[in-house]
């Protein structure tokens, strides 16, 4: 049995919204270094000044972020060998910077879930991480901080600190997956972890991407 044709539940006007949304992803995501850069695999240095220059540079990265979608953004991913991160866990969230950050405590225990980056596109692969984690580090002012994060947040700010070290998400998951994920980088296509299956049957995006 076929639906009538007009039960297309968006209108011009959503359509058009969605159409410039993924006109802005793009050009983020075209800022963005991708896999195969040795800039991913190098180790970040500590910024020592603060100052209009370093704001600057983290209103970019919160709209690069903010455009392309991510929940998450190191500098070594516009290839800037910093450590410097903007993260925004929550869509209705201010994106936060974070400098020179350094993890203070990480909880035994672990969450299994499904990861992907900005630096990596069409890729997504199973990552264990800690479930909380205490971070310290400075403000975009050079005031020092400390971060209590648990979930999505802890998640997304140990991916970040990941690439200011040059790990990535390939370096985190398990041996099958990378090479699944290595043989669809190097042939153009998507991979996501087997049997991730949503209620419809399809396979479901991860909004995770940092
Ligand atoms: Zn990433």
Not at 67 to 82: E, I, K
Not at 137 to 152: F, H, W
Request: negative net charge; proline residues 6%; hydrophobic residues 40%.
């Amino acid at each position: 049995m076929s639906e009538p044709v007009d039960t297309d539940p968006q209108s011009a006007d959503e359509r058009e919204v969605e159409s410039e949304i993924l006109a802005r992803r793009e050009a983020a995501l075209a800022k963005v270094v991708k896999f195969g850069d040795p800039v991913l695999k190098s180790r970040a240095s500590p910024v020592n000044e603060f100052g209009p220059g370093l704001r600057a540079e983290v209103e970019r990265m919160a709209a690069i972020m903010r455009d392309g979608l991510g929940v998450g953004l190191a500098a070594t991913q516009l290839g800037v060998l910093r450590r410097l991160l903007v993260f925004q866990a929550t869509p209705d969230g201010e994106p936060t910077a974070l400098i020179n950050p350094e993890v203070e405590w990480l909880s035994d225990e672990l969450v299994l879930a499904e990861e992907g980056c900005l630096s990596l596109p069409g890729i997504s692969v199973d990552v264990e991480r800690p479930l909380h984690a205490r971070i310290s580090g400075r403000d975009a002012e050079g005031e020092a901080i400390a971060i209590e994060a648990s979930g999505l947040e802890a998640r997304v700010l140990q991916h970040e600190i990941d690439h200011l070290d040059g790990v990535l998400i390939l370096d985190r998951t398990v041996r099958e997956q990378r090479k699944g994920a290595l043989r669809a980088l190097r042939e153009g296509g998507s991979y996501s972890p087997p049997g991730e299956l949503d209620d419809e049957g399809e396979f479901h995006e991860p909004r995770t991407d940092a």
